[in-house]
């Protein structure tokens, strides 16, 4: 099966700052999704995105496939933004990386 | 109205017992699943079920038995619990793109304690 790799493993930031979370495959996926799992434990899909770019107001997502990775980025970040994101994809059956888990400070 | 929802949230038992999670999903979506989540947060795929036909069996012990009375609904049922299957088990569903996963929506999570 592929190998997804998620980073930085650990982010922390400051209310109001912008970040990029970056995962890459170690072959072709043509369904790559982000997720994020709330403190609470819930998990909610963000993005389905196999190529190109989606915005979804201060989230938005890229994902070069002929390249096999995929950035995430944050803008004006919120304390309610902390949790642990995860990308996944794969050819039949989604394959998850070990996720970023992101605190945001006030 | 919830999306997926599983039954129960919170489910503590002892080795050796048989006990079940119970999922359904109001999308109208045709394939569900059932997800790990261990300790490390690492999310592993157990089983996928299309219109209540098995169509991914990972390598999972066969004390586990899901069943999908309906396309709605994938039940999972675990035989003689060992206290390696304390997990976060999570339903999903998403509707087909082709022959691939869809946008994957996840139940709220049942929290599996084997004491």
């Known amino acids: 099966g592929i190998q997804v790799e998620q980073s930085p493993p650990d982010l922390i930031l400051q209310e109001g700052a912008n970040s990029t979370l970056r995962c890459n495959f170690s072959?072709?996926?043509?369904?790559l999704q982000w997720f994020h799992q709330n403190p609470w434990g819930q998990l909610i899909n963000l993005f389905y995105?196999?190529?190109g770019t989606k915005q979804n107001g201060r989230l938005s997502a890229t994902t070069v496939a002929t390249e096999r990775y995929s950035l995430l980025y944050i803008s004006s970040s919120q304390t309610t933004d902390s949790g642990v994101y995860f990308c996944?994809?794969?050819?039949?059956?989604?394959?998850f990386g070990s996720g970023t888990q992101l605190t945001v400070l006030p | 109205d919830t999306a997926v929802s599983q039954t129960p949230k919170y489910l503590v038992t002892q080795m050796g017992n048989d006990k079940s999670i119970k999922c359904e999903q109001n999308?109208?979506?045709?394939?569900m699943y059932w997800y790990k989540q261990d300790s490390k947060k690492f999310l592993k795929i157990m089983f996928s079920?299309?219109?209540?036909?098995?169509?991914i069996n990972e390598t999972v012990p066969n004390r586990f038995s899901p069943k999908s009375p309906d396309k709605a609904h994938l039940n999972l049922h675990i035989n003689s619990l060992e206290l390696g299957d304390s997990a976060v088990y999570f339903c999903?569903?998403?509707?087909?793109?082709?022959?691939?996963?869809?946008?994957?929506?996840f139940g709220e999570g049942s929290r599996l304690t084997v004491l």
């Open positions: 999903a569903s998403s509707p087909r793109r082709q022959r691939n996963t869809g946008e994957l929506f």
């Open positions: 072959d072709s996926v043509n369904n």
């Open positions: 995105i196999p190529s």
């Open positions: 996944a994809g794969s050819a039949r059956q989604l394959t």
């Open positions: 999308l109208g979506h045709d394939t």
């Open positions: 079920y299309n219109n209540k036909e098995l169509i």
